[in-house]
């Protein structure tokens, strides 16, 4: 049901750095860096005194093993007051989002006014984990006093301990349903009857607008050229997006093979968002402070919600969270301008387009009457998705509410949506409204 | 006692007994805590002295006494070494034989107690600075323990103020840490950090500042048992084999005279004590140490480097306030332009710790700049000069920015952008709008006047010139260019951020050229003139080298590059008229695009850097001397050094008289520390004073009345004697009082 938030948030500004390849430019860069560098940005660019931060707030999936709270290390390094708090917050693939959204309800309820919100992932550094039972091997190694007793650890050990596992890839896979999460896509495209060609269709045209948005200089308003760690001499910074395929056709894409159920799957690694690194820094703030700051804000957050589904099925948590999220922000489809659904799967956002389009769907799932409406294609990932520039967990949520905001102000209609489906079994969405 | 009669006391000396508390912690233990109330920062002068000797009588004469503790009044404070003042003053090499013999002994007595005194333990307790005359107490004691504090910082530095460690430094240092250690000790003369101290066997312990006293007072009463580690065998196969040291004292002697040309004496004295050390009693040591001091500490290279000294120090004092309050670095700097110099001082200033703003128009100026920073600071992480941690925070410290956006908390904004005023005035306007009302602004011009930059600024008052050199990071030295307007906050600032990124102030006018570069115009320029009058290139640079320039003028012009020189030329000819007339012998190299080092070839070929080779005169030279310039009668080595520098004196007597800057020590501040004035000349107006003004007024005149001079325009102007330079000569006056 319509909600009225208590004190309105508000989007100050915020910035981005290109989505570079995993194991590509970004490879010997790490999360703490590469967020503060693009915080400090976001601060200066502003305008904003970083005195006036009351936390520090960073999404992020996988942080450095040295740096557990990377929301921390980041408000250090981004030159925020050693005494304002910082935090890292996790909810998956919505981990930027979360950081949002965590800054909102924050100021909602009258703890702060101004938060320097992140989301951050280097996937390259996702570390080699050394296996259980190596683990076990040089654990009891260290407790073993006598030198027999040493002897006999170590002649428990095994060639095949050395294999690593890959982190990864494990957190790739749910731990619940067992699937992988392109098994979880290939049961939607099953379900939904998404073929193999529509879903190569979508991934094409996601990569043609990308494209067009990076070489238009559209995206200027929200990238920042960025010089990673480890660039070599004579290195240039990265100025856009470096994952598109700027040739890719639908041939191409035809002859890859399903990558996660062979021989009958619809998932191909050219249909799928792509691994990258990359980094996003929002200012959340009270509409009273953006104001006393004399900043002009991007967007008012309307509504935000998180919707939990069968985990097996995670890649339709956009339409469960979406249809929460337009009751309790009073809107309808109709009302919203430009659309941002994450782009884990080709397969995965078609699957949400037909549900959205449901009244069985919505009757038996949503609880609501009717189906939540028809999605305008031209209205959906305007400037393409994680298919052409890649999904770096933690900073994802951050990047779509960005682009949801900028997108605000070029359309026509009051509304714009940010939402995206989330291993584990849930969905996030968030509802932004021009700033008065 | 001490017999102080006839010694110089520092002003306001306390009274007897005042500056050395004797205190009785347990049963068997003194400590001594040096506490001088009459110094902030205690110094081993007569009165201190005076203290500690009754101290240690004290003990002498206490049977019970088991253990010793030797501190400063805290963990971070001890004590700065002898009195640096004393020494200048004394010009008697019979009474500097006394202070040292008055240090010595006290130390001796103090190295008695332990070593006579079955199970005495004397144990220094050092944190913050202990150079010097305070580490060389501490080599007196069985052991030192010194604080794990950044404030550390334990060497001895003597001789880079023309002596060498005489209270038995030279002794003790080679007899616990060995020859080859304690010579790269005292020659270099650098200061280690509580760490590197004790890797490098310096001190015996590390602790914290907290556990300090108990942990000396421990190991002082053997509750902790301390074992300086041995040399083993090394001691006899090098310390005390005469061969060894003999080889030894004449590499170290080798590397000493090619870096000094046997300009300083006192680092040659030290290898020849330092060397035998290990074999000598440690009385004859001593005796040499003392015999050796006394005749340095009055020589023209020991006053020269310690009166260097004092105008180093006395220029931390710009950043004081009219109030007598320190003005502070700013913590947010912003600097525009990423050339070679404005990336290089976004650079430093990020390593100092300020979060940095550089601004450029060309996205791979900032690409290069980002990477030069990240290069220097791992190269520094690699030395481990720094530690990981301090490597990433430096490298956080930069930003870069491709919009003259984002500068709104700088407390600094320094303009390294194109020498065109119109594009400074807007590159300044646009910040001036963004930035907050204390905030400076300062322009690292070298040919505009500070004052056209300030005009139409909302805050003339806080615009200054701040004239770095190039290469930035390794020039000490920064001209803090005093517009009409600027106000004395923005000149205690600018001091604060130059002392902030480890460089040494100097005030100067707003007028061409300030200081550095007005001196080197007519310096430079009559290198040239004497290349192009056919002298021997590698005799102009050769002869500059042995006078004590770093590098000669020639050489210089390589590094500078020949567009930058011409330019800067130009420039000083339109605003100083004919005397400043430049040659016109640059043009055809400027012509074939040969600039120096940055094209690969000017005067010298220059090869890749990675090669490590060292550039070589060029061959072709002779093509470049043109037919029409006055020929040069044949010069002796001497004659190019005297013509080239005293063209510098008699544009210096010009500076002055025009207050270009405030006073003949700033002047000479500049020219060692801008130009790399040989150092143990004091500058180029102690050199000239050493001259006499009556004989530079004569030299002057000769020099005006050479053929090729006269025959050239500007020749006669430049070589004649300005009017404070005679009337110099008429009184028997100097540039520098006393």
């Known amino acids: 049901m319509k909600r009225t938030p208590s004190r309105p948030v508000v989007i100050l500004s915020g910035w981005r750095t290109p989505l570079a390849r995993s194991g590509g430019l970004y490879a010997r860069d790490d999360a703490g860096h590469m967020g503060a560098a693009i915080s400090r940005e976001t601060i200066a660019r502003a305008g904003v005194d970083p005195e006036e931060i009351d936390e520090v707030i960073v999404g992020c999936v996988g942080p450095p093993h040295d ?161 990673p760690l480890g660039a070599k001499e004579g290195a240039h910074a990265l100025e856009g997006d470096d994952a598109i395929r700027d040739n890719q056709t639908l041939e191409q894409l035809g002859k890859l093979k399903p990558y996660f159920e062979k021989p009958d799957g619809r998932v191909t690694v ?31 957050i309307r509504a935000w919600a998180y919707a939990g589904l069968d985990p097996a099925r995670m890649g339709l948590g956009p339409v469960y969270a979406t249809s929460k999220v337009l009751d309790e922000g009073g809107a309808t489809l109709d009302d919203i301008g430009s659309i941002e659904i994450n782009e884990a799967f080709a397969a995965q956002v078609l699957a949400c387009v037909k549900a959205f389009d449901s009244d069985t769907f919505a009757r038996e799932q949503l609880g609501r009457s009717s189906k939540i409406g028809a999605i305008d294609m031209a209205r959906l990932n305007k400037n393409g998705g994680a298919i052409a520039v890649g999904h770096p967990v933690g900073c994802t949520g951050a990047r779509l509410a960005l682009t949801a905001a900028h997108e605000l102000a070029k359309s026509d209609r009051p509304f714009a949506l940010a939402t995206l489906c989330i291993g584990g079994g849930q969905g996030g969405a968030m509802l932004l409204e021009r700033a008065s | 006692m001490i017999d102080v009669t006839g010694l110089p006391m520092p002003a306001g000396a306390p009274a007897p007994g005042t500056c050395v508390r004797v205190e009785q912690p347990e049963p068997g233990l003194v400590r001594i805590v040096l506490d001088p109330p009459h110094r902030k920062l205690p110094v081993l002068d007569l009165p201190l002295l005076r203290d500690l000797d009754v101290a240690i009588e004290k003990v002498e004469r206490d049977a019970t006494a088991k253990g010793l503790v030797i501190t400063g009044r805290d963990a971070r404070t001890f004590a700065a070494g002898a009195d640096i003042d004393a020494i200048a003053a004394l010009t008697d090499p019979a009474l500097v034989e006394r202070v040292v013999a008055i240090g010595q002994n006290l130390f001796q007595r103090i190295a008695a107690l332990s070593t006579t005194r079955e199970g005495f333990v004397s144990v220094a307790a050092i944190g913050g600075a202990a150079p010097g005359g305070a580490f060389e107490l501490g080599l007196a004691c069985s052991f030192i323990v010194a604080c794990d504090v950044k404030e550390t910082r334990i060497g001895l530095p003597e001789t880079q103020l023309g002596i060498l460690p005489g209270w038995g430094g030279s002794t003790r240092l080679p007899r616990r ?150 003005a502070v670095s700013p913590t947010h700097v912003g600097v525009l332009g990423a050339g070679v110099m404005g990336r290089a001082i976004a650079s430093l200033s990020a390593e100092r710790g300020a979060w940095t703003r550089l601004f450029d128009i060309a996205p791979a100026a900032l690409d290069v700049a980002l990477l030069e920073h990240r290069a220097d600071v791992d190269k520094s992480k690699k030395r481990r000069k720094i530690e990981r941690s301090e490597a990433d925070a430096a490298i956080d410290h930069l930003d870069v920015a491709r919009e003259l956006s984002g500068f709104a908390q700088c407390g600094i904004v320094v303009e390294a952008v194109a020498e065109r005023l119109d594009v400074k005035h807007k590159v300044f306007g646009d910040i001036a709008r963004q930035v907050h009302d204390g905030a400076i602004l300062a322009t690292n011009t070298s040919s505009l006047s500070v004052d056209a930059i300030a005009a139409g600024l909302p805050h003339p008052e806080r615009c200054a010139g701040l004239h770095f050199f190039n290469p930035v990071k390794r020039m000490p030295l920064v001209e803090i260019v005093r517009g009409k ?5 923005t000149i205690a600032t600018c001091a604060a951020f130059a002392l902030a990124l480890g460089k040494t102030p100097v005030v100067v006018a707003d007028q061409a050229g300030f200081v550095v570069n007005r001196l080197l115009g007519p310096y430079l320029d009559e290198a040239l003139r004497l290349f192009a009058g056919g002298v021997d290139p590698a005799k102009i640079d050769h002869a500059l080298r042995e006078f004590g320039m770093p590098m000669g003028p020639l050489e210089l012009l390589d590094e500078v590059g020949f567009d930058i020189a011409q330019h800067a030329a130009k420039s000083l000819h339109a605003a100083y008229g004919e005397r400043m007339s430049p040659t016109t012998v640059l043009d055809a190299l400027i012509a074939q695009k040969r600039l120096g080092k940055k094209s690969g070839q000017g005067f010298y070929v220059h090869t890749d850097d990675k090669k490590k080779q060292k550039p070589r005169l060029a061959s072709d030279l002779a093509r470049f001397v043109p037919a029409d310039a006055p020929r040069v009668g044949p010069l002796e080595e001497k004659a190019i050094a005297e013509r080239t520098v005293l063209a510098m004196v008699a544009e210096a007597a010009r500076a002055l008289e025009d207050k270009a800057v405030g006073s003949a020590r700033e002047l000479d501040l500049a020219t060692v520390f801008g130009m790399g004035f040989p150092p143990f000349r004091g500058g180029l107006l102690v050199w000239a004073d050493t001259l006499g003004a009556a004989t530079i007024v004569a030299r002057l ?10 025959a050239r325009p500007g020749g006669k102007a430049r070589f004649d004697p300005p009017a404070s330079l005679r009337d110099m000569a008429r009184d028997g006056g100097t540039f520098h009082a006393g």
């Open chain 2, 177 to 326: 840490v060995g020859v080859p250690l304690a010579l790269e000790v005292i020659l270099t003369g650098r200061l280690f950090n509580a760490r590197e101290a004790r890797r490098k066997g310096l001190v015996d312990r590390t602790c914290f500042p907290e556990d300090l006293l108990r942990v000396a007072s421990n190991i002082a009463m053997k509750r902790e048992h301390l074992e300086r580690s041995s040399r083993g065998m090394s001691e006899w196969l090098v310390d005390k084999n005469p061969l060894a040291t003999a080889i030894i004292a004449s590499k170290a002697r080798e590397q000493v005279l090619a870096r000094t040309r046997g300009a300083y004496p006192a680092p040659l004295a030290a290898i020849d004590i330092v060397s035998h050390a290990p074999r000598r009693s440690i009385e004859n040591s001593l005796l040499a140490e003392r015999e050796a001091v006394s005749a340095l500490a009055v020589g023209p290279v020991c006053k020269n480097l310690i009166r260097i000294f004092g105008m180093s120090e006395a220029a931390k004092k710009l950043k004081l306030l009219p109030d007598g309050t320190a």
């Open chain 1, 67 to 227: 740096q557990a709270n990377v929301g921390r290390v980041i408000g250090l390094r981004a030159d925020v007051p050693v005494r304002v708090p910082g935090r890292t917050v996790a909810r998956n693939c919505a981990s930027g989002m979360e950081a949002i959204t965590s800054a909102a309800e924050a100021i909602e309820a009258g703890r702060g006014d101004l938060y320097l919100v992140a989301g951050v992932e280097v996937m390259s550094r996702f570390p080699l984990i050394v296996g259980d039972e190596m683990t076990r091997v040089f654990a009891r190694l260290n407790s073993a006093r006598s030198p027999m007793q040493k002897l006999a650890v170590i002649s428990s050990f095994r060639p095949r301990m050395l294999a690593p596992r890959i982190a990864l890839m494990e957190g790739l896979t749910d731990p619940i349903s067992g699937l992988i999460m392109g098994k979880t896509a290939e049961l939607l495209a099953r379900e939904w009857s998404i073929s193999r060609d529509d879903a190569d269709r979508y991934a094409l045209e996601s990569h043609r607008r990308a494209k067009i948005a990076r070489d238009s200089g559209l995206l200027k308003r929200e990238v920042v050229p960025y010089l």
């Open chain 1, 270 to 300: 050219g249909n799928s968002c792509g691994i990258t690194d990359g980094a996003c820094a929002l200012l959340v703030a009270s509409e009273d402070k953006a104001r006393a700051l004399g900043i002009t804000p991007l967007a008012r």
């Open chain 2, 485 to 489: 307007q600027t106000d004395a906050r």
């Open chain 2, 701 to 710: 005149e000769a020099l005006a009345r050479e053929p090729d001079v006269a």
